[in-house]
Each structure stands twice: as C-alpha cells, then as structure tokens.
C-alpha cells in the first residue's frame, strides 16, 4: 500500500531562486492579511516580503525611485536582487504577484485585460478606507514559525 502525503507550505524551504519581494504596509490590517493570503497560495514559495517601513524598503529607496513616491501602496519588485529587477504598484503589483504564485491563482492575473487606470481607482478608494476598515497596528507584526525565514527585516 502506497501513501502520499504532501508537504505543507511551511515545511518545505525557501527557495534558494525566489526572487519576488513584496513590501508592503506592516501596520495595515488589510495588508497583513493579503500577506498572510500570499504565503498560503504560494506553494512553490517564490516570495519573498518585508514591510515597507522596514530596512529593506528602505536600502531599496535608492535604486528603485517608484518605491519612493508609492509608500502607501503595496509593491512588488521581481527579480530583486538582479539587475532585470521590474517594479510594479498597486493593481498591477497584486496581479503580477499573482501570476507568479501560478496555479489557479495565475487564472485571477488575466483581470490585466481592465485598463489599469480602473482598476487602479477601486485599489485606490480600498487603500483610503483600509485602516478604518481592517484597522492598524501599533508596530510591524513579527512573523511566526516558519514562516519568519521568508521575511527581510
């Protein structure tokens, strides 16, 4: 008798080639979820993430001029740590991260077909109500377990 048995996503390492990072607002209620959301969907743990008020955001600030006007925006930069590093904002930057967990997740990116402008006004009058809606916390939340190993300071 065979069993198969499948790793959970917190079992299974951090890939050494993962290369997505996504910043985003470490006091934000929503944004807390979205990134717990992320590290469950993404299965093959292609990201990375660290809090915009943190270390990383901020050693990025130089080299990356979209994360200086855009603070109050979630962000995601592919290929990081390369030269080819693409920065995305906003609605593009959420699908693109989805495209990039892949799955039936990559399904959801295709919301690309809507001109960014729209999309862009419905992610901007969500990230106007966010702390009134799902609240703020003092300070960046500090990540458990396992998952800690995929968070940069």
């Given at each position: 008798?065979?069993?198969?048995?499948?790793?959970?996503?917190e079992s299974r390492p951090v890939r050494r080639d993962a290369q997505g990072l996504v910043l985003y607002d470490?006091?934000?209620g929503l944004c807390d979820?979205?990134?717990?959301?992320?590290?469950?969907v993404d299965r093959h743990?292609?990201?990375m993430f660290a809090p915009?008020?943190?270390e990383t955001a901020?050693?990025?600030?130089?080299s990356h001029n979209a994360i200086k006007n855009n603070l109050e925006s979630i962000i995601f930069i592919r290929d990081y740590s390369t030269f080819n590093a693409a920065t995305?904002?906003?609605s593009e930057a959420i699908l693109q991260i989805l495209n990039e967990v892949g799955g039936f997740w990559r399904v959801l990116?295709?919301?690309?077909?809507i001109p960014r402008p729209l999309r862009d006004i419905v992610y901007d009058w969500i990230g106007r109500n966010r702390y009134r809606w799902f609240g703020k916390f003092p300070e960046c939340r500090i990540p458990s377990g396992e998952a800690r190993a995929r968070f940069l300071p």
């Open positions: 008798m065979v069993h198969l048995f499948r790793s959970s996503p470490g006091v934000c979820r979205t990134v717990q959301f992320f590290l469950n743990r292609v990201l915009l008020q943190g901020t050693s990025l600030l130089g995305f904002l906003r990116s295709w919301l690309r077909i």
